[in-house]
Each structure stands twice: as structure tokens, then as C-alpha cells.
DNA sequence: TGACGGTAGTAAACCGTTTTAGTAAAGGCC
DNA sequence: GGCCTTTACTAAAACGGTTTACTACCGTCA
């Protein structure tokens, strides 16, 4: 409540200058131990504390960085952030985060904050599909930007993202192995890589085992739950139904498993199906939800580790880094019932 | 990447004074149109962007607000996160967010953010007993901070809670209701007022049933899934086991539904199971689980706009908002089987 | 004795805004 | 023409640190 005290006050009271202050708490200097001595205690007595927006503006610094994610209620981005935040705390950075709920508007606004040196970097995780003006300020602040998990096209930045076609091919072919051949997909919106990426793979495998699935055997849909629920219905309706469905994420495999939960349709009896994101969740379901696992938690940590490493001088490199994805197996896959076959 | 400019600049491009500039762009002035365009290009030329930290320092306010939480990724506090991410951002703040482990020196790192200026008031969400140092530090900040979820005991803060024992109540007679008589429960930890709360709130209603449970069917652990996993394990092995269990947490409630798999016990045929908090997510859960749902976005949007208010000079008051909790059945909760009763 | 080097600091510039107090010029009115 | 008000600004002082360049003093050594 009461006036905060300043460096100025600290050093009157231990009888010498601000300067001699500021350089022995930022450990630039050894005084005698009598000086450091009543610095120290005029510090205690006034609780000082370096006024924050001082020190930064002075330092030319903001020792914080910032995450913008489309919804940081989503647990997949919760996870993501959280490994972030541990990264930065450790390096001697706050971080800030911005939910964008997938508007461009508030994305840019992000930058902003980038530009105005309230934060030395961010790390962008977007969800659709770039009309340019992000790969504009990503190149624009070049070094001070990582992406994450979805592509931003043509921005000057590393990428940290996973083999979601090896994902797409791994889900695809356990469907195809188990003796499915009417293998839906239900994936995530037109034009976004990963999307793009874990259809393809899906496609692949498909073609591979001499399948060639109909159009309708794939819907588009956003990467949650709501919109997922509504877009499965299209697949439930065609006539014979699909015996499989790969789903993009395990976000809009919940709207799958809503949508047969409403239908009577048992999983994995008529239906199996499989995810995508591997959320520490899924294996509670029900039933529990095979998917293909991302390693989240080294996504967050190896983008926060290189943006706070390009912020302190490293190198820039616009390189991407794509993890391993794994295929974890539970009970909502099963051969396809003699009925549905 | 280049030098930002700096309001000097943009002043002498358009042949005003520093002081022209800022109070045109801060709204404080009307100029003549020939002036307020010569302003407007000099800014669009040389791309000017007011830096925050100098802005900040002027102003005496960071515009940013923060939010200690235990575990980020951990959906409950993610969900509160996000609604105070979006009041905060609608006023005109950023949004700081520090994940402290439950370890209370990273709880008391986030008051020094304060103290130093940083942010301008903190959302404390705490999950252990204090040992006075939190207490301290949110009085030494009074006005600056409300206390959200989980009490500190004996600190100068509005706090915004649930119907914790309403909610014991509710769940507990539930299964009264449907003939159980031997319910446990697993609660959070000793010495946390939610836990206690929860618990009186079971054995009021097992009480006014005329049942008094034995100690051992008073379980206590922490409010996350791994802990409860393993403190689950006693109650399983209890000889009658319990029919019935009211878990203090989904978390804990998840960590019963493990062990219960594990063991091939089956819910609700051997076991009837309620949750608290009512994560999204858990009607999904294989069984659905029946939990009672407190109002996680309320609680996140008034703790904040409250903040917010105070900090913009609004009043203080120590006063504590009790949000009302609902209970919401699922399958994870029927009679007790005839085998077990 | 004078040059040299180390210790213990300090003065002042600087970081980039906002804001207060004030001024010069123009316009209106009698 | 003189007085008053409004318009259109500006100078300079904060805000509270950090950092660079410098000094005064002391001891040592040739």
C-alpha cells in the first residue's frame, strides 16, 4: 500500500550513491563488507525492491516472454504452455499468455506486446489457416519468434512441430491390420498443415492397402469438441457406415464418441476408433481411446528452450524440427463386427 | 529487428514536440488536421510503437495483472486462467500466469513481482495449508490481490469460493438416496479448507442418516491423479469394502476410477463413485462420472473483474463470495448391488 | 619522489515515455 | 485598440533504475 522506496532512498541511507547501490545488487562490484554491510541493511529496512518497469526500461529488456494459443482452456495447449512456463521461470523469465480463440486480430494485437518490448519473444500457436498478415509479423520480428505446432507459411522462424503424416499412416494402418477397409477420416480445417499432413498420411496407407476411400469418408471439421460433434453426424449417416474412424485430434474424437454415445452406436463394437494428441485424459474414457500420442510436453519445452536462446544472442536458423509421434493402443479399437463387415 | 523508433523521432518527422505526439496519441488533445496527419504518417512511416517499459515507468502502472496457479495444465485451473485471461484483456490488461508446483517460495516469487511493479495485482490460487508467509505478504499487498478457490487463513483479501459443504452434502445424500450406506471418501489434504469443508459436508449428511463411518473410510490425499491413485488403494482394501465413494476432487475421482480398473472392480455395478468440480471432460469418462459442478467460469470472471476493480481505486473489502455448486448425475453412481449390500 | 596500480566509490548520462505548467498567437467582443 | 478566451502547441520535470567514465585516495616500488 504505502509508497514503495527507491534506489535513491536506499542510498542515502547507507551513505553512498544509487550507483554504488545498483552495481553491488546486480552483483557488478565487492565493497568492503562495512559498506555492503549498511547497504544491505537499508535494503532490509526500506524493503526495497527495484522497480520493475525501471529496471527493464533501463536494461532495454523485458525478461518475459508470451504464448499465444488459440484456447488455453484446451488441455493439449495447456500442457504446451505449462512446460513453457517451467522453461522460462527457470531462465529468469515471466511469461505471458494470450488466449487468441483463434482470431487473427488477437494474434496481431501479440504482437504488439513483441513490439513494444513489453516481452523479448513469442511463441505462436495458431490454429488456422495464415492470410499472410502473420507471416508479416513473424518475419517482421525475425529472432523473436518461434512457431508452434501449426504452420505459419513463409514466416522467417524455427518451427517445432510432429510427423503427423507418419501419425496419420500409423493410426490408418492399426484400423487397416485390425481388417477395416471402411476407414473414415474426420480431421482438422482446410488449408492447415497438420490437418493436411495427418490426411495425407491417412490417404497413404489407405491407397497402400488398395483402398480408395469415397469423398464423403472425409469431413473437415475444427480441432474441438463442439464443432467435432456436429461435423461427425455427416459420417454416421452414410449408408453402410464406416466400420473405423481416424480422427484428427482427441478433441474431435470426444465429438465422435458424443455423437455414437447419442446414436447407440457402441465403440468398439460398430465402430472403432482412434485420436490424435495423446492428452493424459483418453485413457480414462469410454471406452479408453486409442490415439496417437504427440510428445507435448518436449514440444513446449524445446521451442521455449530456442526462442529464449535466440533471444540471448544465439543464432537464428528458420529450421523445423519435427518430433516423433507414437501410437498408444487402447479399447476403442476393434475388428470390425461380422454384422458391420 | 532494426532499432524501434522512438516518440523523438516521430515528433521531429512531423515537426511537433515529444509532448505533441504522446498527448495526441493518448487521446489527451485535439489538434488541427494538417497537424494530426503529419503525426498519423510520421508514426505509420516510421512504424512507432510507444515502448512499454518507458510507458509503464510514466504511467506508475504495468496494465498487467498475474495468476499464481498450482498446475497450469491441470484443466480446472486452466479453466479459471482462461476466463481471467478474457476480463483481463477486455480491460485493457495482460495476463502474467506462474505455475508454482504447490511449492510456496514460487507462490511468494509472484508477491515479488508484485512488490517490485510488475503486475499490478495477482490472483492467488494456493492448494496447501499456509504457514502464515502467504498471509503476510497478501495483507502486505492489500488491495492488490484476491484469493480464489482454496483459503489463506487470516489474509486481508476479497476470496472467492464454492459451496464446498453443500457440496459434501449433496453428493453424499445422493448415495444415501440410492440405498448405500457404507461410503468412504478421499478427500484433499489436511488443513486445506476445501477439503475440510467437503468432508464435514459427507459425514453432516452420513450423520443425519444415522451412519457414523469408521475412520478408516476418511481418506486423505492431494487434489491431483497420481497421489489419489495410490491413496485409493487402502479404501479398496477394506473388508466389507465400501459401496460407495464421494471423491473430493475429478482428479481424485480419476484416481479412484484407475485403481477400480485396475482391480476389475466395476462402476457403478461394485462401486458408485461422485466426483467434485465438474470438469468438462468427465462426462466422457467410461462411466460418465457424476460429480458436483462448481461454477469454474464464475469464479475465474468475478475473482478478476473484482481484482480489476480495486486495483482502478474501487473499494476494499475482505469479504467472501460463495458461489452456489450443482450436482450433476452420471453413470457412475446406482444402488448398491445385492452381492455387496 | 614520482609513477603506477588498485580500491572505493561518484557524477552524470541515458532508457523512452507521460504530464504539468506555461506561452505565443489568433480570434472575438466591446 | 485593448482585453479576454481559446487554440495549438512546447519546455522541462518527472518516473526509477543502470551504466559509463571518471576521480580521489592509498600503498607500493624503482
Given amino acids: 500500500m504505502s509508497r514503495r522506496s527507491t534506489i535513491a532512498e536506499v542510498a542515502k541511507r547507507a551513505g553512498v550513491s544509487p550507483a554504488a547501490v545498483s552495481r553491488w545488487l546486480n552483483g557488478g562490484i565487492t565493497l568492503p563488507t562495512k559498506t555492503a554491510d549498511r547497504i544491505r541493511e537499508a535494503v532490509r529496512i526500506l524493503d526495497y525492491r527495484p522497480n520493475a518497469q525501471a529496471r527493464r526500461l533501463s536494461r532495454g529488456r523485458a525478461e518475459a516472454i508470451g504464448i499465444v494459443v488459440p484456447d488455453i482452456a484446451n488441455p493439449f495447449f495447456a500442457l504446451i504452455a505449462g512446460e513453457a512456463e517451467r522453461v522460462a521461470v527457470e531462465a529468469g523469465y515471466d511469461l505471458v499468455i494470450w488466449s487468441s480463440r483463434n482470431r487473427i486480430e488477437r494474434e496481431l494485437a501479440c504482437f504488439e506486446r513483441l513490439a513494444s518490448g513489453f516481452i523479448d519473444g513469442l511463441m505462436l500457436i495458431t490454429n488456422h489457416e495464415d492470410d499472410g498478415r502473420l507471416a508479416d509479423q513473424v518475419t517482421r520480428h525475425k529472432g523473436r519468434v518461434v512457431i508452434v505446432d501449426e504452420d505459419v507459411r513463409d514466416a522467417a522462424a524455427p518451427r517445432f512441430f510432429v510427423e503427423n503424416f507418419a501419425g496419420g ?82 478433441a474431435i474424437a470426444l465429438g465422435v464418441m458424443i455423437q455414437a454415445r447419442g446414436r447407440g452406436v457402441s465403440i468398439p463394437n460398430d465402430l472403432s476408433l482412434v485420436g490424435f494428441d495423446g492428452l493424459p485424459i483418453i485413457e480414462l474414457l469410454g471406452p479408453a481411446l486409442t490415439s496417437v500420442a504427440q510428445p507435448i510436453d518436449a514440444l513446449g519445452r524445446f521451442a521455449a528452450e530456442r526462442l529464449i536462446a535466440m533471444i540471448e544472442g544465439g543464432p537464428f536458423e528458420a529450421d523445423t524440427l519435427r518430433l516423433p509421434v507414437r501410437l498408444v493402443q487402447s479399447a476403442s479399437v476393434a475388428p470390425p463386427s461380422a454384422k458391420a463387415a
Avoid: N
Avoid at 474426420?186 to 499432413?197: D, W
Avoid at 455427416?234 to 466400420?243: C, D, M, Q, V
Fill in 169 to 250: 499412416r500409423t493410426a490408418t494402418e492399426l484400423l487397416i491390420d485390425l481388417g477395416h477397409r471402411r476407414i473414415a477420416h474426420i480431421g482438422g480445417p482446410v488449408g492447415v498443415m497438420s490437418a493436411i499432413e495427418r490426411a495425407s498420411g491417412w490417404l497413404s496407407a489407405m491407397h497402400d492397402a488398395g483402398i480408395d476411400p469415397p469423398d464423403r469418408f472425409h469431413v473437415f471439421t475444427e480441432y474441438e469438441v463442439e464443432p467435432a460433434t456436429k461435423a461427425a453426424e455427416a459420417l454416421f449417416e452414410i449408408s453402410p457406415r464406416p466400420t473405423a474412424i481416424f480422427a484428427g485430434s482427441d
